[in-house]
């Protein structure tokens, strides 16, 4: 069952990330589509963009989102010797190198990870995820972050951001183009095609967003899997789960724009939906049990 999970999410991610790149295109094509009856150039340019600003974040320093959020580096095992042990096994057994691991003052109980590859991987933990939960659920919570960076989802989420960022920058310029320059009427475009393409230029910001997030919330899945691939302890990573998801107080330092890299929501928003950066919690703890 476990395995199955992970191979089941795993696909789900592909048919989604395979998905927003061919969207990324559609909407470029659909820019120089309006606007000169060309959608080949079009491509090219999404392409370009998209692979500009994929380059800029993933070479974006880890450090940045850990001062981001006020977080301190623990340097020594002296310091916490229970977390820097349980995340080098961890990192054992997950074959990667040990993570680097962040501490914020917080009393809210949450975790996140953050790095492009298992080499620049971090961990960082509130001080409220250690002194309320045990040392089962800090271990499967911190299993579950270490699964991130294992699977690379960091880098994926990375990856979203910029393609959103693409998006907009292209239904931006077709919005500015269409406003300010005459469109060269071409015998080739079809009114049914203008009118495609006019919506998927207007609509394209709204869905690249819900794209983004379904890919954030289904990697979720597959990190509290994986998780219980190293741990072999389902029923700790759903109580943890619960312990933190019924807690009302957010995390202080938190941002929108980190809030996708914690263990659960750390605004504490109530409403599961579309716009949902987390899975619900209550199907991820029914997954678990069911492993």
Do not use: C
């Not at 074959?95 to 971090?122: E, L, V, W, Y």
């Not at 202080?252 to 928003?269: G, H, I």
């Amino acid at each position: 069952m476990l395995y199955k999970q992970i191979e089941r999410n795993k696909r789900n991610t592909l048919f989604i990330v395979t998905g927003f790149i061919l969207f990324v295109l559609a909407v470029g094509a659909a820019l120089t589509y309006l606007t000169s009856g060309n959608y080949y150039s079009g491509m090219i340019l999404a392409a370009i963009i998209g692979g500009v600003y994929t380059i800029v974040m993933l070479t974006s320093s880890t450090n940045v989102v850990m001062k981001m959020n006020l977080a301190k580096e623990v340097t020594s095992k002296k310091d916490a010797p229970f977390l820097w042990h349980t995340v080098e096994n961890l990192a054992m057994a997950a074959r990667i190198p040990m993570p680097k691991i962040f501490i914020i003052q917080d009393h809210s109980p949450n975790a996140f990870a953050t790095g492009t590859s298992p080499q620049k991987g971090a961990v960082a933990v509130t001080t409220g995820l250690m002194s309320r939960l045990n040392r089962e659920e800090i271990e499967g919570v911190l299993a579950h972050e270490v699964a991130h960076i294992r699977n690379f989802d960091i880098r994926l989420a990375t990856i979203a951001v910029a393609l959103v960022s693409a998006v907009a920058i292209l239904s931006d310029l077709g919005a500015r183009m269409m406003l300010f320059s005459r469109r060269n009427r071409n015998q080739k475009q079809h009114p049914a095609m203008l009118i495609v393409a006019l919506l998927l230029l207007v609509l394209a910001p709204f869905v690249a967003t819900l794209i983004r997030l379904a890919i954030s919330r289904n990697r979720e899945f597959l990190a509290d899997a994986s998780a219980i691939e190293l741990t072999r302890n389902p029923y700790a990573l759903a109580s943890a789960l619960q312990t933190i998801t019924g807690i009302d107080t957010p995390v202080r330092e938190a941002s929108s724009t980190a809030a996708p890299l914690y263990f659960a929501d750390p605004l504490k928003k109530k409403a599961a939906n579309l716009f949902s950066t987390h899975p619900n919690p209550q199907e991820r703890i029914r997954r678990l049990h069911n492993m």
